[in-house]
Every structure is written in structure tokens, then in C-alpha cells.
């Protein structure tokens, strides 16, 4: 099974609420990450974890929090969403640098 | 710092005409490049990927040639299909060779 999963697919926040976005996969992959994509701009990586070892893009270090409990799950926070978060975000793991990183289908994210 | 360009928005074109889609990209080291097709409402997927220069990297029709004095990794098929309707991404990874860094993409439109 190569899928990666990610839920919900679809969720609409209030602004200033927290939101909690939930990735897994079964390949047992050391790396997974998520990224943000915003209508007509390139998917944007926004944090990577390595085992457990998590790294964060530095200019939305400070948006986006992280954890991974086990091998398979990994989550993305936003402690208080706000409008400029309204994008998709897509979920991917891999093993090994340069391998080919497979991704979850994604949530789209509404902030209202 | 690192990145991709994909100069075309959206490319139009009718069943059975060949189809090339350009991909630039800077870098300081030497990286692998990828292309990723996602269909509506499906995740990204691994298309083809390349670290050789000046190697041909061919995947259900679709074909790419690294070319590291260029800069490129342009897509080609000789002729489209109508389930070729996609976006299409091109990414090279990064230094650590773990985290993607993406074009805008190119949407690809196929008509009868």
C-alpha cells in the first residue's frame, strides 16, 4: 500500500481558532512532510520531520507547529488560524534523500 | 537560493499532438529533478526523475533529459491523450536531498 492518507479533506475554520491537520501512512518512510499550496503558486514546503527529528522552514517557523507521535502519523498545527492560511495543504513521505516522495490527495482549508 | 521555473501557465492542446513542457531551475549543487502529475482531485504522483546528466528518463510515454549545462529538465510525449489532462510540476530536491522545492506547474489541457 503506497498510499498516504490525510484528514479531513476538507475543513473550514474560524479566524483566530486553532486547526489541526492529521497525515499517516503505512510504508514505514523516515521522512514526512507538509506542504502549502496556494492557487497558482508552487507547493511550498513548510516543515519536514526525520524520524523525529523535525525541521521548519524559517520564514513560517513560527506559523506552523509539528509532532509525530509514532512512524505513520504526523500532524500539522496552526495555534490561531488566519485568512493568509486558507490554502491546500498536502502531506508526503519518503525514505532516503532523493527518493521519490509520495503524497496524500491533501485538505483544503478554508479560513473564514 | 534554489528554485524552479515552469513558464507556462497553461498549455492547450489536441489528442494526439506532441507536448513539451519546459523546466528551468538554479542551483549550486547537484540535484535531482523530478516531474509530478496531479489529476483533479487526485494526489501528486511521481512521473519521472533524473540525477544523470544527459540521460533520457522515459515513464508511460513521457520522457526527460537532464541537462545540467542548461539548467533543464524539460517534459515531452510525442502524442497526448485525453487522460493526460493534468497539472504537472517539475521540483528538484534540495541539498539535503529530502525536501522538494516546486515550480508553479503547467496545466495541461487535452481536447478531442
Known amino acids: 500500500d503506497t498510499t498516504v492518507k490525510q484528514n479531513p479533506r476538507y475543513k473550514l475554520a474560524r479566524v483566530g481558532k486553532p486547526v489541526n491537520l492529521i497525515c499517516s501512512q503505512t510504508?514505514?518512510?523516515?521522512?514526512m512532510y507538509w506542504y502549502q499550496k496556494k492557487p497558482n503558486q508552487a507547493p511550498k514546503l513548510l516543515l519536514f520531520?526525520?524520524?523525529?527529528?523535525?525541521?521548519r522552514e524559517a520564514d513560517t517557523f513560527e506559523k506552523f507547529q509539528s509532532s509525530r507521535p509514532n512512524n505513520s502519523f504526523c500532524s500539522l498545527y496552526i495555534g490561531s488560524a488566519g485568512l493568509e492560511y486558507s490554502a491546500m495543504y498536502l502531506c508526503?513521505?519518503?525514505?532516503?534523500?532523493?527518493?521519490?516522495?509520495?503524497f496524500g490527495p491533501g485538505t483544503r482549508l478554508t479560513v473564514l | 537560493g534554489d528554485s524552479v521555473t515552469q513558464t507556462e501557465g497553461l498549455v492547450t492542446l489536441t489528442k494526439g499532438l506532441p507536448v513539451m513542457l519546459n523546466c528551468t531551475y538554479q542551483?549550486?549543487?547537484?540535484?535531482?529533478l523530478f516531474w509530478y502529475v496531479q489529476h483533479l482531485n487526485e494526489a501528486p504522483k511521481l512521473l519521472l526523475k533524473?540525477?544523470?546528466?544527459?540521460k533520457r528518463t522515459e515513464h508511460q510515454g513521457f520522457y526527460a533529459t537532464l541537462h545540467k549545462s542548461s539548467s533543464s529538465f524539460h517534459l515531452q510525449k510525442s502524442s497526448v491523450q485525453l487522460s493526460d489532462s493534468a497539472l504537472y510540476f517539475c521540483?528538484?530536491?534540495?541539498?539535503?536531498?529530502?525536501?522538494?522545492?516546486f515550480g508553479t506547474g503547467t496545466t495541461v489541457s487535452v481536447s478531442p
Open positions: 521540483a528538484l530536491s534540495d541539498q539535503g536531498g529530502r525536501a522538494l522545492i
Open positions: 508526503a513521505s519518503s525514505s532516503g534523500g532523493g527518493a521519490e516522495q509520495f
Open positions: 520531520y526525520y524520524d523525529k527529528i523535525l525541521n
Open positions: 510504508m514505514n518512510h523516515d521522512t
Open positions: 542551483t549550486t549543487y547537484s540535484p535531482f
Open positions: 533524473s540525477s544523470t546528466d544527459n
